[in-house]
Each structure stands twice: as structure tokens, then as C-alpha cells.
């Protein structure tokens, strides 16, 4: 029996319209409507077919029912550029992360959430606060994905189908989570976990209206400030820095040049002149596009364990992808691919 929840969150995952399906599969877009609101049941044989067009194993349409996550939970900085479709397709596998992470959470104890909410509170201030309850004092952030994992938040990779977005974070019953593209460069990636953090902690406490474009601001100053803070970069003599000098800091705090610049020149250590001007060289030394020389992208630690922990109880990638009632792709396109992670017998722990 279909679960009507199901297809829509499978269509979706998709990004097809009903009409778009009604016109791959030859069934009226009437039908399928009428089998999405649960008014009736399709047959045995077109369930087959739909899960055939959806690319998903049936067993996923056939699971008990799902709640979607409501557009006006989040906040998507590239919304303006995006549209119904490409939203609605980027929450749908959002979605299914969470499932795995239903899965997870199942079998392991997680760490608990420990974000302060600090709705109201002025960006920097907001950034201050949390380092300061983490613990942090000004040291530059090792890591940023695992010092999320490590205060409670759950992070899953965007899939590949939703390039056209950084990532986007939420509260789905109590718990953050954060989805980050893979395809953006180390420093970007660990600016755009930053940013998501500041959503959490600035907007996560009541829905944010999609399209305030100040809360992008905000998560931007916020991801600043966390990641450069002020104190940090003040004691690092960068009063009028050249391009050279802050390609050769950038490392410092592991952040793209680009965004150095912009904090430089926030905190007044650049005139307005010279934050051009600095923009413009590293722009033709490729540090808009790019980030020559650049970090590794940082992946999720606990999701690693977790893979590897279920490994060594026999439990396979493609056993859990089919308990799920997804493919063993789908299942990697959402953890960062880390269900592949190798297990090197024989080697020192
Ligand atoms: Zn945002």
C-alpha cells in the first residue's frame, strides 16, 4: 500500500512537479494528485511503476508515514536564485538525511545538543557567547564540522542534484541540523557550517521567514566573527595588510582570503580604499573563484564512526540502504560518502 507522504517526499527528492511526473509516467497528474492527498490507493502495478520513475526502491513508498519539512523552517541565503522546484527538492533530501539519522540515533548515543539560542542578540556578541560557552577563547577553530558534531549537531552532505546551494540548517524536533554542499572549496565549507551555526543560534528559536534577507546577514557577520575573533585578529598586526599578507594569515583561521578581507575591513584594520583595492589584486590572483593553495574539505567525524562501528558488527552500507528503503547511493550521496570509508585490517588503531 502506497504511504501518500511517501510519494510526495520521493517527487520531490526529484524535483519534478506533478505535472512533470504525470508526463514520465503516462498517469494523469488528476491520479496522481488523488493518490498524494490519499484518496486512493494506486494499483500494485503502477506503484512499481512509480518507484521505477522515481528511481527508488518501492519498499521506500511502502514505509510508514513521513512529516515534511515545512519550507518556512529555513533560511536559504541562495533563495532568490532558486526556485519552487530546486527548494522543494533540496528539503525532500533533507528529508531523507534525517531518516538516516532516525536510523543512527536508533542504534547510538549522540552527543546532545548545546547551542544557545540567542535570538535578538547583535551578530558579534551572539559569536562571543557561544565560543565562550564552548570554551574556545579567541584559539582559531580546528575544525568546524567536528566541533559541531561535538555540541550535538547532526550534519549531512547535500546531494549532488543541489549544487546550487552552500546549505541550509534546521531544528527538527529539538535537534540542529546542518546540510552542506561538497563541492565548494574547504574554507567555503567551513564558512558556510559557520553561518548555518548562526542561524541556529540567532534565528533557530522561532521559524525564520525564508525571505528575510537580514538573517543572511546576520549568519554571515556571525560566521565572521566566530571564525575571526575580533581580539584574535587585532593581536595579528594586520593594520593596512597587503594582499600578500593576507593570503599568508588567511591560514591562521583557515578561512578564504576573500573572507579575511571583508573582516579586516570590518573591524577598521582596511580603509574603505584599501578593502577595493585588496579585493580587486586578490581577485586577479584567482582568490574569487578559488582558493589557491587551499585546505582540505573538512567531513563529518561521527558519521565516520558510526559507519565504521557498523562495519565491524557486519552490518553493511547496502543492508542499511535497504532498511531504509533507499539505494546504497542514496545513502552515500548524504554522509558525505563515508559509508565507503575502508576498514584497514590489521593496522594500529
Ligand atoms: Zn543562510
Known sequence: MLTPSRLIVARKRRGLTLTRLAELTGISTHSLSVYENGHQTPTDETLDQLATTLDIPRQFL????????????????ALSKMTARQRDRALAAGRIAIMINDWIEARFRLPTADIPTLTGHDPESAAEIVRAGWGLGERPVTNMLHLLEAHGTRIYSLTAENDELDAYSLYWYGRPFVFLSTGKTGERGRFDAAHE????????????????????????????????PRASVLAHGLANATPDQIVQAKRVWNVAAMALTHRLHELELLTDWGYRSACVQLSRMGYRRAEPEGIQRESSQLLGKVFRSVRA???????????????????LGHVFGLTLTPVKCGAPP
Do not use: C
Not at 62 to 77: L, M, Q
Not at 205 to 227: D, G, I, K, T, Y
Not at 325 to 331: D, F, H, T, V, Y
Open 197 to 228: 551555526l548562526g542561524h541556529l543560534v540567532l534565528h533557530g528559536e522561532h521559524q525564520v521567514p525564508s525571505e528575510r534577507p537580514a538573517a543572511e546577514v546576520e549568519a554571515n557577520r556571525f560566521a565572521a566573527a566566530f571564525l575571526m
Open 62 to 77: 511502502e514505509a510508514p508515514d513521513v512529516d515534511e519539512i515545512p519550507e518556512a523552517a529555513v533560511s536559504f541565503r
Open 313 to 331: 558488527d557486519g552490518m553493511t552500507p547496502a543492508r542499511i540502504a535497504a532498511e531504509l528503503g533507499i539505494s546504497p547511493a542514496e545513502l
